[in-house]
Structures are given as C-alpha cells and as structure tokens.
C-alpha cells in the first residue's frame, strides 16, 4: 500500500467519503468494482493508523441471532461473502482463504421474559434460514459440561455461519484493491459541509488544512463520529459513542473443547480466543455517551464484576490471569440499535452510512454493497436495505433489534 497523503489531487470528486474505516473501505472497494460506475471517489479518514476506530477494537464475529429478519440476511451475505473472499475480490491470487471458526453464539435467559424474547427470535432465524437450535438447561449441560446453568431456563446457539472470523484481512484487501481501482485516500478532516444556495444538496466539504472539495455525493462513513458529522450539514443523526471493554485472558486450567461466544444474562460475554486464552467483552449497567477521544479503561470493573461473573458461570475460570485490555467504542444508535443507511430525504446527496450498534464489521459486506448500489444506482439490487432508511428516524417508527450485545 502506498505512503498516506493529506491532500486531494483534485478539487472535485464524485463521490466523497466521509471515514475509511470498515464501513467507508467496503463502500470504496464495491462502488470502484462496479462496472457501470466511473466516477472518482476520495476517502477522508481522519486517522489512517486506525488505532483508536470501531474497526481496530473490534471482537470479529459474526451471528445470524438477530431479532429482525433483514439483519439475519445481512451476516448470511457476510458469511458468504468471508468464505468466498477470493472470488468475490475477482479471483486475486493475493486475497487470502478465509473461514469462519464456527463456535456459536450462546445466549442465556435465566428469566421467562428473555426466554421468550430467544423463542421469538429464533422463529424470526429460522425463517430466514438460519439454524437456531433452543436448548434446555440439561442439554446445555450434556453438550458444555463446563457451565453452571443452575439459573438458566433456556439456551439459544447456531453453530453454523457463527462465531470468529479474520475482519482485519478484509479490511485490508478492501482498502487495497480500492486504491488499485483509482480510489484516492486521504489523512484529512472534514470541518465543514457546504450546502448549494437552494440548501438541497451538499455542494463540497471544506478539510481541516483549507481546501474546499466539491462532491457529485456525500456518504458519512464516520462510525462513532456520525452525529458530529452529520451536524455539520445540519443534521441531526442518534448516534453515540458507547464505551465498551475487552480482556483478553488466559486459564489456568483451560477447557477442553471450543467456547462458543457466550452471552451471560449480565450482558457480559466470552469466547474461544485460542491457546488456551479466550476473549471477554463487557459494560457498565450506567451506560453514557462518552467522548470521541475516551478509550481509558476502568481497571475495577474486572475485578468488581467481569471476573466474579465469569467465575460462577464457568467454575474453571477461577483462576485466569488476564493478559491485554482495551476499550473501544460503540456507533450507538440510540434510537433503535440499527443501521441507518441511504439518502437524506431532503439533503439528497447525503448519504447516511451510520449506527451498526456493534454490529458492524459483519454487517460491512452487505453495508458496502448497498451503499455502492445506491450511489450508482440509486437503489439497492442485492438485497433491499430501505427499511434502514433515515425517514424512520424523522417519523419515529423504530425497528427494534432485540439482539444487541
């Protein structure tokens, strides 16, 4: 990959895409594959080590337990897309053989509200074809001999399609083949966004060192970042930056067979990691928006709560020692915990790329895709994503994903 640039060769751009994390390279990568667009496409990221974005945090997996079906469809897209990398980025023999370490998602309901909510929820998966198995306490117990489920009423898995996949290799072959493709990037900020006179289209962007870029279309790709963004243009867009923390730990006595991601009734959840380690993530019951720059840890909340959780549900985690700690952020979209994607009503030319609520790096296949679709088509083709279209935010009518982690 070439050497970073801070300045645009040109003055205008086709398209202009505001972030180059995961979400802004998927839509770069897709929209300069796309045979019927030829347009010129710069990428602003204000950060290209990408140290302190979504992307860079991350856990890496992927699941088909949502509650709303479209959701579903969108990780099936990603699973597909994951194991078949090589032929979806045309064959390049650079591309690397991926797959999905398939160890689940195991919910846990130790009341009958949850309960219900993981029955309605796998009716909604099965439909869409997933395979969503319900366990009983005593099959839990047969299969994962290492929980206590003395509390638990019901268990929720899929094993297929489910669980750790290698999200930093994708990004990376998304931002290299979109930059072999004529994609610019650059390490920028955008400061402002310039409306025409009549105030119904974004004219350009003004960049934090002084130049003003005109833009064909805007997406804001900007991930926690989207509401500060959007407040530029004059919009108001529900999303917050959420903190959230990972240790990566390691057993003294490991268990002898995979851990599926395993998601406590707490809220805090824990996978395989490998080796012998495994992967615990996890936040506050107080819950606040946080600042774009806040990543410190809160180094007692292992010890008050994350580690006495983890020990009483599987026993054998009494004794860890933890080995690395981070804290990343959320794209919250307090509104409705899901994406929100597609054209302003009245800004046209804005196109929202924002609020994954930590779903985000399995949703980015199917969300770069769509995004290329509409800003070359102006519609989507693969799979029809306008029930995340902004107008729902405008009339309050929320799609509730019920399966937020």
């Known amino acids: ?196 006179a009549t105030g119904t289209r974004v004219e350009s962007v003004t960049l934090k060192s002084g130049e003003v870029i005109a833009c064909g279309q805007m997406v804001n790709a900007s991930g926690p970042r989207a509401a500060a963004t959007a407040r530029m243009a004059g919009i108001d867009v529900p999303v917050e930056p959420r903190k959230r923390f990972t240790w990566i730990f390691k057993a003294d006595k490991p268990l002898d067979q995979d851990l599926p991601l395993t998601i406590d009734p707490s809220g805090v959840h824990v996978r395989e990691n490998g080796g012998g380690t495994y992967l615990c993530g996890g936040h506050s019951d107080v819950d606040p928006a946080v600042d774009y720059n806040d990543f410190t840890m809160d180094f007692s909340f292992w010890e008050s709560h994350v580690w006495p959780i983890l020990a009483t549900r599987i026993p054998q985690f009494e004794t860890i020692k933890v080995l690395s700690e981070w804290a990343g952020h959320y794209a919250m979209n307090t509104f409705d915990h899901n994406a929100i994607i597609g054209p302003h009503p009245e800004l046209s030319n804005f196109v929202f790329l924002n609020g994954f609520s930590g779903h985000g790096l399995q ?43």
């Not at 366990?135 to 489910?162: C, Q, T």
């Not at 989507?380 to 009339?395: I, M």
């Open 363 to 405: 949703q980015s296949p199917a969300m770069g895709r769509g995004a290329a679709e509409w800003l070359t088509y102006g519609e989507y083709r693969a799979l029809d994503l306008s029930p995340f279209r902004y107008d729902r935010v405008l009339a309050s009518r929320p799609i509730i994903e019920r399966a937020v982690i």
């Open 1 to 196: 990959m070439t050497g970073k640039a801070e300045t645009p060769k040109r003055a205008s751009y086709d398209v202009v895409i505001v972030g180059g994390a995961i979400m802004g390279s998927s839509t770069a990568c897709f929209l300069s594959g796309n045979k019927d667009f030829d347009g010129r496409v710069l990428v602003i990221e204000r950060d290209m080590t990408y140290e302190a974005c979504s992307t860079a945090h991350t856990n890496s997996c992927m699941r088909q337990q949502f509650s709303a079906e479209l959701n579903v469809r969108i990780s099936q897209f990603a699973a597909d897309f994951v194991k078949n990398l090589r032929s979806h980025m045309g064959g390049d023999e650079r591309v690397p053989d991926l797959s999905i370490r398939s160890f689940g998602y195991l919910y846990l309901a130790d009341n009958e509200a949850f309960a219900e909510v993981l029955r309605h929820n796998q009716k909604v998966q099965l439909a869409a074809g997933a395979a969503t198995e319900l366990m009983a306490p005593d099959e839990i117990k047969a299969a994962y001999p290492f929980y206590n489920v003395d509390d638990i009423l019901l268990g929720s898995i899929n094993r297929v399609d489910e669980g750790y996949w290698d999200g930093a290799a994708v990004f990376d072959c998304w931002r290299r083949q979109a930059r072999e493709r004529g994609v610019e990037y650059i390490e920028n900020e955008v400061v402002a966004i310039n409306r025409n």
